[in-house]
């Protein structure tokens, strides 16, 4: 199942992920072909569910810190940082727009 420059563009700027070179579109279409298995699921009669605990209330726990303030051991780990926060993603450079990629597929 092949995927539209425009379907492309899209979850580009939606994802912020790069699928100008064919393995990330070999990956895509792997991934919703995997997806569309669940079309293939009868599910006539069904009723939808909110929760897996079908039969059972939800409930609120009581939120007890265990561990903490070790916020300057978390920030080591970030590649880049503003003050005590990550930023993500790295650089966050917004993507060009659809007329402006040479994108892989824009041939096919």
């Given at each position: 199942?092949?995927v539209?420059?425009?379907?492309?563009?899209?979850?580009?700027?939606?994802?912020?992920?790069?699928f100008?070179?064919?393995?990330?579109?070999?990956?895509?279409?792997?991934?919703?072909?995997?997806?569309?298995?669940?079309h293939?699921?009868?599910?006539?009669?069904?009723?939808?569910?909110?929760?897996?605990l079908?039969?059972?209330c939800?409930?609120?726990?009581?939120?007890?810190?265990?561990?903490g303030?070790?916020?300057?051991?978390?920030?080591?780990?970030?590649?880049?940082?503003?003050?005590?926060?990550?930023?993500?993603?790295?650089g966050?450079?917004?993507?060009?727009?659809?007329?402006?990629?040479?994108?892989?597929?824009?041939?096919?």
């Amino acid at each position: 199942q092949k995927v539209s420059v425009e379907v492309l563009d899209h979850l580009e700027h939606l994802a912020l992920v790069d699928f100008r070179d064919s393995e990330g579109v070999e990956r895509l279409q792997k991934a919703i072909q995997f997806a569309d298995q669940l079309h293939e699921v009868n599910t006539d009669g069904v009723e939808p569910m909110d929760s897996v605990l079908e039969d059972r209330c939800l409930y609120l726990r009581e939120d007890d810190v265990t561990e903490g303030n070790c916020t300057k051991e978390v920030l080591e780990n970030a590649r880049e940082k503003v003050e005590e926060y990550f930023v993500a993603p790295p650089g966050n450079i917004p993507l060009p727009k659809l007329e402006e990629q040479d994108t892989f597929l824009q041939g096919s």
